[in-house]
């Protein structure tokens, strides 16, 4: 904020809804009054031209009717405005006004009125050219050195110069190695144009190397003939800035050396005729416009630099000397002569916000009002002090953080599904193939205790499930008042979720005392999705591939106590058999033994035994605690089916590196493509362009391989997905399976799905499977380690995708062993090393060699032993460790 503001002298508003940029805003005597005095024209990207000759009777006064000389409106957007000597056989000031495909010069006049009314201006079309390409600026000025009159230059979209010797047509050049057009000026000091190319470089040419070039309407001679002819158009220096410019700007005065002003976007450059740099300026906020003015210190040249804060900089050479507040963003800046008062700034912003203003120097500053004095009173004082340390201290307290019951939380999400599925599905585009996808309602109920401000409801379920609506934004909510949401979950995706549950998170605000605005707070709660939603009943199948079996303490319940939503009740059969089928076309089955304390889980695949495994253990747990039995314990005591397992992970894998192959295959096919385009683009440049010898043919083809391989990498994207959600299932089973074969304990199980389950998105940059090795090669080195040798082992900092899966395969199959030998999990460094010490089962240390190089058996299924044999091996005296495996049955 500057101290000073630039003080109005006269403003207006400009139109309605109209545009304006840097080329709108030009001064000067254009209807040549020969009293020296400027006037201000303005064209619109509307197509408006106006023409103003302000003179207020005081300053600060608005636009007064006469003001205004002239407003016509011209059908096309004006997108640059120059008054120059543009007629032969005058030497009068005409204006230019260029239309993106036509430049056409006018001149302005007045008639002496006679009535109350004033005098009366009128433009006159002097001549006009239809330019065959689509404009962006142009510059004028005596080219070539001639005399009283002054020639215009127009840049075009596609980087041609075409020169205009007033009414003909002189010739066109295109500008070597063009992307697309910057700022344009001409030098009549050296006799040049000047501009800056799209590769960041300040580039001048000489007017003399233009005229004698190839011309741009002539037929392109061959690479040879350009060579040897010398009619190449050549850069006469070039200057890499390093940044986009903004404007250009050419300056000479009498007292100073001649210089070229470049305006980037963070620095402004001084440099000289031959493109040295005098000095630079880096810019600490980001400018909209400049201009170059005479100073009047010698040697030194004054410049005003506007900027998108609204300030309007004052340098001198690269000293500020002033800075003033605009009451808009220039876009254009002129200095001008109006009413005899030299040295007007004229800015103009880009919603035709047009001031003519002044450097003055009466401060703006506020002034605070008179406050009456008080005697203070300290213990007031010393009382709200003590209450502010109070509310800090119960703030800071990291107890307090999360409430310790629901009776002290602010605001209580709960999320209540309903028992039946939705009677019309309200499924949304899903994938699944089967005849009728299933949805159920779930409704979410917040309670507030207190005011909660702008809540936010987002509800979250894991893929391929889908909600209808994830996010709700809810009116304030008053205290003790609630607020209910209802959506509905459906399988999307064609493939078994690793879940059925979701979870709801609210975020709200709740005001303090000392933040009206409120602290950000959260609530959130889980809820459990029905099995019912995913598979449907089905006749039990007595083969299959893949078999668990659960044992438990407890008589076998019937089937139609635990799953009375899946079993028919006039069915008797059902009462130890039944048939899961699955949306995706898997089925699974579940048996429960009539003779003894287990049941059976089978599938044809490995991952379609988790849900079913789950829902099981779940079912009997609550059957059982409605019993009030609190001794019952499922476990197992089969084998862990790692070689199953270790199939899912190389087919995950095998998905990942196809990704990497296709991202590369689409990379080189890009590449060609765009050399293709750009061979093409340089032929149709040309007025007779070549034959395109097969070019097109060329082209149409690599577009479609990449599109080809862009479907490919697509679906094999889907396929990946698909993968990593049976890898997550079969996780999960691995998972429970180890739990109830080692009795682990809550915080145990906790350890092993952080290691087995990443919270990291699986990715081409980090995986599933460089994650969880360097989680177990973590367990492996700590908790689990055999000795303070391998607690030394440094891991690697860096995850990288891996060639091949066997590191990661062996390192399961180590951690699997080293907790059958009675390893614990934890996360202590100090239990870690004390159980190194006393690990059961007279485990030695296992080399590193043989933790690397150990193979993994096709068709091997890992056994482990159990608690029980580990027992019987240590009451054998003598028997070395491997003699104990050995005697294994």
Not at 434 to 453: D, L
Not at 567 to 596: C, E, H, I, R, Y
């Amino acid at each position: 904020m500057s101290l000073f503001k630039a003080r109005d002298w006269w403003s207006t508003i400009l139109g309605e809804k109209e545009e304006f940029d840097q080329g709108c805003l030009c001064v000067g005597d254009v209807d040549n009054s020969g009293s020296g005095q400027d006037k201000i024209i303005v064209g619109s990207y509307m197509g408006y031209l106006r023409i103003f000759n302000p003179h207020p009777v005081k300053p600060g006064d608005g636009v007064q009717p006469e003001d205004l000389l002239l407003e016509v409106q011209l059908r096309e957007p004006i997108l640059q405005v120059e008054v120059g000597k543009f007629v032969s056989g005058t030497e009068g000031l005409h204006l230019a006004v260029l239309h993106c495909r036509k430049l056409c010069v006018y001149t302005v006049s007045g008639t002496l009125g006679t009535v109350e009314h004033g005098n009366q201006y009128q433009i006159k079309l002097m001549y006009e050219h239809h330019l065959q390409r689509t404009a962006c600026n142009m510059t004028y000025g005596p080219f070539g050195g001639v005399k009283g009159r002054d020639l215009i230059c127009i840049q075009s979209m596609d980087g041609m110069l075409m020169l205009f010797e007033q009414e003909s047509y002189a010739f066109g050049r295109f500008l070597p190695g063009f992307l697309l057009p910057g700022p344009l000026t001409y030098s009549s000091r050296t006799d040049s144009f000047i501009t800056v190319s799209s590769c960041q470089q300040v580039e001048s040419y000489k007017y003399q190397v233009l005229a004698f070039a190839t011309d741009a309407d002539e037929r392109q001679e061959t690479e040879q003939q350009k060579l040897s002819s010398g009619k190449r158009l050549a850069v006469d220096w070039v200057l890499n800035i390093g940044e986009q410019a903004l404007d250009i700007c050419v300056v000479s005065f009498n007292q100073a050396v001649s210089s070229v002003f470049v305006l980037g976007e963070r620095n402004f450059f001084c440099l000289k005729d031959n493109g040295q740099i005098r000095f630079m300026k880096k810019l600490d906020y980001s400018p909209s416009c400049f201009i170059p003015y005479c100073s009047v210190k010698e040697g030194t040249i004054n410049t005003l630099v506007g900027n998108h804060n609204k300030i309007l900089n004052v340098y001198q050479d690269v000293t500020l000397k002033w800075a003033a507040q605009l009451p808009h963003i220039p876009v254009s800046v002129r200095v001008a002569n109006l009413q005899g008062l030299k040295g007007v700034i004229v800015t103009l912003s880009d919603d035709g916000h047009l001031q003519c203003s002044y450097l003055g120097t009466d401060p703006s500053v506020f002034q605070a009002p008179r406050v009456d004095s008080r005697e203070i009173n300290y213990e007031e004082f010393d009382a709200e002090m003590k209450k502010l340390q109070k509310s800090i201290k119960e703030a800071t307290k990291i107890q307090d953080i999360l409430p310790k019951s629901e009776k002290h939380r602010k605001l209580i999400v709960t999320a209540e599904v309903l028992p039946d599925l939705d009677a019309e599905s309200q499924a949304i585009d899903s994938e699944v193939k089967a005849e009728a996808v299933p949805s159920v309602t779930v409704k979410v109920t917040i309670e507030s205790r207190v005011t909660a401000q702008k809540p936010n409801l987002v509800v979250c379920v894991q893929a391929p499930l889908a909600v209808t609506c994830d996010q709700f934004f809810l009116d304030d909510l008053e205290p003790d008042a609630s607020e209910t949401v209802v959506l509905s979950v459906f399988l999307k995706g064609n493939c078994a979720p690793s879940e059925l549950e979701g979870n709801c998170v609210v975020s709200y605000n709740t005001p303090t005392e000392f933040n009206p605005e409120g602290v950000l707070s959260v609530a959130q709660c889980n809820f459990r999705l029905p099995l019912r939603l995913v598979c449907f009943p089905a006749q039990p199948s007595k083969a299959a591939n893949h078999k668990l079996t659960i044992d438990t303490n407890k008589p076998p319940i019937s089937f139609l106590t635990i799953f009375p939503d899946f079993v028919d009740p006039s069915g008797d059969d059902q009462a130890n058999a039944l048939g899961f089928q699955f949306l995706t076309g898997s089925k699974t089955t579940l048996l429960a033994s009539k003779t003894s304390q287990r049941y059976r889980i089978q599938s044809d695949q490995l991952e379609d035994l988790w849900l079913i495994t789950k829902e099981l253990i779940l079912r009997l747990e609550e059957h059982f605690k409605k019993q009030n039995c609190k001794d019952f314990a499922c476990t197992f005591s089969g084998s862990i089916p790692l070689q199953e397992y270790f199939e899912l992970i190389d087919q995950h894998f095998e998905l990942r590196l196809n990704a990497e192959k296709f991202q590369e295959l689409l990379s080189e096919r890009a590449v060609q493509f765009r050399a293709i385009e750009r061979r093409l683009l340089t032929r149709f440049k040309d007025k007779t362009p070549a034959p395109l010898q097969h070019l097109d043919t060329l082209l149409e083809g690599t577009f479609r391989e990449v599109i080809a391989l862009a479907d490919a990498a697509e679906e094999n994207q889907a396929n990946m997905f698909r993968a990593l959600t049976k890898l997550k299932s079969a996780t999960h089973l691995v998972i429970t399976l180890i739990s109830l074969w080692q009795k682990l304990s809550a915080d145990q199980v906790a350890i092993l799905e952080a290691t087995f389950l990443p919270l990291a998105e699986d990715t081409q940059e980090l995986g599933w499977e460089e994650a969880v090795d360097a989680a177990i090669s973590y367990l492996l080195r700590t908790c689990l380690s055999k000795s303070s040798k391998e607690q030394a082992l440094n891991l690697s900092s860096e995850l990288c995708m891996p060639k091949d899966t066997s590191r990661l395969k062996k390192n399961i199959t180590v951690f699997c062993d080293r907790l059958a030998k009675g390893g614990r999990l934890s996360l202590s460094t100090d239990s870690a090393t004390q159980q190194a010490a006393v690990m059961p089962g007279g485990c030695t240390t296992i080399p590193e060699s043989d933790l690397e190089e150990r193979p993994v058996i096709p068709g091997y299924t890992a056994k482990f032993p159990t608690h029980r044999q580990v027992a019987k091996q240590k009451s054998k005296p003598g028997l070395s460790e491997d003699a104990a495996e050995e005697e294994k049955p």
